[in-house]
Each structure stands twice: as structure tokens, then as C-alpha cells.
């Protein structure tokens, strides 16, 4: 079944979510974010669903970022898009069923963001994780808030200030990603593991996912909606998305 650009499956008891704009690595286009939001709607719908399971159309990016083919700097477009992406980003935490983010290439940006919103990690050993978003004068909007929780602060503030990538490896050292997996094997392992999951009861890992999200999208999340879009005002902003675009290095003047 096609929801906008996603494809949804019905496995059973497992929905499969693939994010299908290889052509643009699966950026979080407005297809995208209302496919996701679709499927996360019909796998609460359908009590038969017990997991959820998203991944990458291609074998080069699970999702490398937000869609900023068509970004403009008016005050307004930017409050607007802040405001629709990071609740979308939050979803998969809110989701009452549990959510395994099969990692298969490039998590970038907002992709790295909505593979930390579920509940799993499972990584090919071809993925590469990061925040890149300081390239373009700007920070994460969402994992700002949630980083340095599953890295500690040092790690979470190195990842943001430099925006350099990470290895599947090292994202499993550092407690993103529960494993790593040979790249054929990524869908096989994470099927596996959803199963296991579906086979528990369904009430008492409900409430395993409520307790231990207990507390997020608090006052911090309001705090990133307000503060963030203040970011895309800035010279060095305008500069970095338009050099992006450009394929050149940016000129920060500060």
C-alpha cells in the first residue's frame, strides 16, 4: 500500500514502513513525513499490528536529512516547518506500539533523528550516523533534546559541533544502535527481532515503552519549537543552505 511516499506492509503481526524516495536518499520530503504519519496512524489502528518496523528504499540511505530543495528564509515559512517537522519527529516516540528503525545506509539530519525516535536501532554495517546540520550554520532540532541522553553530553556536543559522521560501529558503542548486521542480513535480523517482540504481551510491553518514554516532549521540546527557527534567520544560514545547494564549501563570516 502506497501512503504518500512510503510504502506499508502488513507482515502478520508486523508492519513494515520503507521510505521510498531513493532518488533523493529518502529525505524527509512532505511525501515522506505524511507517509510515516499515515502508517503510525493505521499500526495504532490495527490491533493485529504489535511492531512496527521502518527502513530505506536503496541500498545508500535509510534517510539522509530534511527535503530543502524548496526552503526559503521568510519568518513565517520557517516557524511553519519547525513546527510540522519536529512533532513528526517526536510521532514514533508517542507511537503506543513498539517502532525498530532497520538502519540501512545514510542516517542523517532528521533521518538520524527518526531512527533515535524509535524504540530499536538495528544497523546495517554499512550505515553511517550523524547530525550534520552545523554545515549549514544550523543544529539538530530534535536531537539537541535527545542526544545526550543515550550518548552522555561530551559525545552528544561533539556530534553537534562538529557534524562529523559515525560509523555503525561506533553508534553501537555509544548505545544508538542495539547491533550491527551484515547489509543482506539487515531486514532478516530485524524481522526476527520484531517477531520476538510480537510474540510478548502486548499490554505488558505497552507499558514498557510508556514507562521508560515517560516524560519526553516536556518543556524542552517547546523550548527547541520556539528557539530553533531563530537559527534559520542568521547570514551564516543562508550562506551554509546555499552552498549546500551549490555543492561548494560554505563562507561563514560569523
Same mark, same amino acid.
Given at each position: ?103 540501512? !545506509? ?18 546495517? *554495517? ?48 555509544? !548505545? ?38 515517560? !516524560? ?9 519549537? *520556539? ?26 563570516? *560569523?
Amino acid at each position: 500500500m502506497r501512503l504518500g511516499s512510503v510504502n506499508f506492509e502488513k507482515k502478520g503481526k508486523i508492519a513494515l514502513i520503507t521510505l521510498d524516495e531513493p532518488s533523493k536518499l529518502n529525505a524527509l520530503s512532505a511525501g515522506i513525513r505524511q507517509g510515516v504519519l499515515e502508517s503510525l496512524a493505521k499500526i495504532e489502528a490495527d490491533d493485529e499490528i504489535r511492531v512496527g518496523v521502518i527502513t530505506g528504499s536503496g541500498d545508500k540511505a535509510f534517510c539522509a536529512g530534511a527535503d530543502i530543495s524548496g526552503f526559503n528564509f521568510e519568518p513565517e515559512f520557517v516557524r511553519k516547518f519547525i513546527r510540522n517537522v519536529l512533532p513528526f519527529l517526536q510521532a514514533p516516540e508517542k507511537c503506543t506500539k513498539p517502532l525498530i528503525a532497520a538502519v540501512n !545506509g545514510l542516517a542523517l539530519g532528521g533521518g538520524f533523528e527518526l531512527a533515535i525516535s524509535c524504540d530499536f536501532v538495528i544497523s546495517s *554495517d554499512r550505515a553511517k550516523f550523524g547530525v550534520p546540520e552545523i554545515q549549514l550554520g544550523l543544529l539538530p532540532g530534535f536531537a539537541i533534546v535527545r542526544l545526550h541522553e543515550i550518548v552522555g553530553r561530551p559525545k552528544a556536543k561533539e556530534m553537534s559541533i562538529l557534524g562529523e559522521p559515525i560509523s555503525a560501529e561506533e553508534a553501537c558503542r555509544l !548505545g544508538i544502535a542495539l547491533r550491527v548486521v551484515p547489509h543482506d542480513k539487515l531486514m532478516e535480523e530485524a524481522m526476527a527481532f520484531a517477531e520476538k517482540i510480537a510474540s510478548k504481551p502486548r499490554m505488558a510491553v505497552s507499558l514498557a515503552k510508556s514507562a521508560y518514554n515517560r !516524560g519526553l516532549g516536556g518543556d524542552e521540546m517547546l523550548y527547541a519549537q *520556539d528557539a530553533f527557527p531563530f537559527l534559520f534567520l542568521t547570514d551564516d544560514t543562508q550562506e551554509g543552505v546555499t552552498a549546500f545547494r551549490e555543492k561548494r564549501k560554505p563562507k561563514f563570516k *560569523d
